[in-house]
């Protein structure tokens, strides 16, 4: 039995239970579970250190692949929108441990037993988190190493950049237990073409690391022992310009995308006059016409 299957069977075994839950069960269960998820709030679901203006969260719970269940998914929120004791981290980079990535949502959170309102807050919190990644100013990096799954690859592709590991793979296997990826749909669209995106929501088949890099999904492959590294190294490399130039440059590329070609090319047209008010900017014209290497104010 491949990985992939044995993730996907243990993550989506409660949903074979649906029929045979009782209403009293439910109420029993659905408190039980709000009990259980509080007390595991209470652990460290994302770890967080942060040096030299790099902030690396690392997904934190390795026993169930590093589901993205509701405290998971709040966790993560918080760790990206955390306050630094200085200013906000310039690059952000998103990583895990083990063969798995992350697995996707927890099922066992979106059977009868939780409800209708819980799992709109699963789906809800889930959104958040995504569209906040690409709408704060820092740069995001998604450092994958194994499987990426459901929401789990849903989270790379809704990362600025992706660096993967050669024995990496992705999927959006919904299918297999009738319940579509259709929110990884939105981030998994944006990035591969579309019929690509089709063909893994449709079937559920995994492609390779190769094969995601060839699509868009990921940005760079290197072997796992170079996958830190080269993540580090393009995050220092992203941390050593202008933090005010790159947000301006992010949200501007953000906001392009979803236009037409007119509209795109006179929203990012201002942005550049704007851009070359920026001190930063300025600093960085002058230094290299008098051939001498800037010095950032922000």
Not at 150 to 170: M, N, P, R, T
Request: net charge positive; charged share 20%.
């Amino acid at each position: 039995m491949s990985l992939l299957h044995r993730v996907t069977c243990n993550s989506f075994r409660s949903l074979s239970l649906l029929p045979a839950i009782s209403r009293a069960f439910a109420c029993n269960y659905n408190l039980q579970l709000k009990n259980k998820m509080s007390n595991s709030a209470q652990e460290e679901l994302t770890l967080v250190t942060e040096n030299n203006g790099i902030r690396r969260i690392q997904l934190n719970n390795p026993k169930k692949h590093h589901a993205l269940s509701l405290d998971v998914l709040k966790s993560l929120k918080n760790a990206i929108e955390k306050k630094s004791d200085e200013k906000q981290p310039r690059v952000i980079i998103i990583c895990s441990s083990g063969k798995v990535f992350s697995a996707g949502h927890d099922l066992r959170e979106l059977t009868d037993a939780t409800g209708y309102a819980y799992h709109k807050d699963v789906f809800d919190a889930c959104t958040q988190v995504m569209q906040l990644i690409q709408d704060i100013e820092a740069p995001v990096i998604a450092q994958v190493n194994g499987l990426a799954t459901a929401a789990g690859c849903q989270l790379v592709a809704s990362c600025d950049i992706a660096i993967a590991s050669e024995s990496s793979k992705f999927a959006t296997p919904g299918v297999n237990v009738g319940l579509f990826c259709s929110t990884p749909a939105v981030a998994l669209a944006r990035a591969v073409p579309r019929k690509i995106a089709m063909q893994m929501l449709l079937t559920g088949e995994a492609i390779t690391a190769t094969e995601a890099l060839k699509h868009g999904l990921v940005s760079k492959v290197v072997p796992h022992e170079d996958l830190e590294a080269e993540t580090t190294r393009i995050a220092e490399r992203i941390s050593s310009y202008s933090r005010s130039v790159m947000a301006l440059g992010k949200a501007c590329f953000y906001k392009q995308i979803q236009q037409n070609r007119n509209e795109a090319y006179k929203n990012a047209s201002d942005v550049m006059v704007k851009n070359l008010n920026y001190p930063d900017c300025k600093e960085g014209i002058d230094a290299f016409i008098h051939k001498r290497q800037p010095v950032w104010k922000d």
